[in-house]
């Protein structure tokens, strides 16, 4: 079992946060991922052939000073939408044909409606989770989402 997490940030969403079955990634050295690297651009050494890819992108423009900034990092809208699709493409190249994804927003800033299809456009295909959240609903609420990876070879790779 080889499980890639894209985002590990301080690892809050794992029980065993030094799991010797996960390779952990991030872009700030601070944090002490295994790699440090921009996933949207997955260096040689990480490797393919993962069974479980972890995606916890950041999902809100909560500026660059605060608790959330040295909690999760700063990223902008722009950078957020960027680093969906071009990590999810990564994941793509470097996942096999059984390869599962699961995907962790909260819709506080960008709904969830707008994220699944740059997933989708990446080669990944939603299976289940808790779904859109309802209309007229005031509070933001944190999904999971599980994905698999296509059969096609729309990132062009992979196993
Ligand atoms: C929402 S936080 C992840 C929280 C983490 N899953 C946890 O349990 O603590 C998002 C993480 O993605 C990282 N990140 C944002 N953009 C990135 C990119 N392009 N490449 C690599 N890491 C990135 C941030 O540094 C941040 O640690």
């Given at each position: ?14 029980f ?25 651009h ?6 393919s ?69 740059l997933?989708e ?6 299976l ?29 790779g992979?196993?």
């Open positions: 079992m080889k499980i890639l997490d894209l985002s590990a940030g301080h690892r809050h969403i794992w065993n946060t030094k799991h010797p079955l996960v390779t952990f990634l991030d872009r700030r050295p601070e944090v002490k991922p295994d790699i440090v690297c921009d996933t949207r997955l260096p040689a050494e990480v490797g052939g993962f069974d479980l890819i972890v995606f916890d992108p950041p999902h809100e423009n909560c500026g660059p000073n605060g608790n959330m900034a040295r909690n999760y990092g700063h990223s902008t809208r722009a950078d957020i939408y960027d680093t969906i699709e071009g990590s999810a493409k990564e994941a793509y190249r470097v996942g096999k044909a059984t390869t599962l994804m699961a995907f962790k927003w909260n819709d506080c800033g960008i709904s969830l409606k707008k994220v699944i299809p997933l456009a990446s080669g990944w295909e939603p289940f989770g808790h779904g859109f959240p309802k209309p007229g609903r005031h509070k933001s609420e944190t999904t999971w989402v599980m994905l698999m990876r296509r059969a096609d070879e729309l990132a062009g992979g196993e």
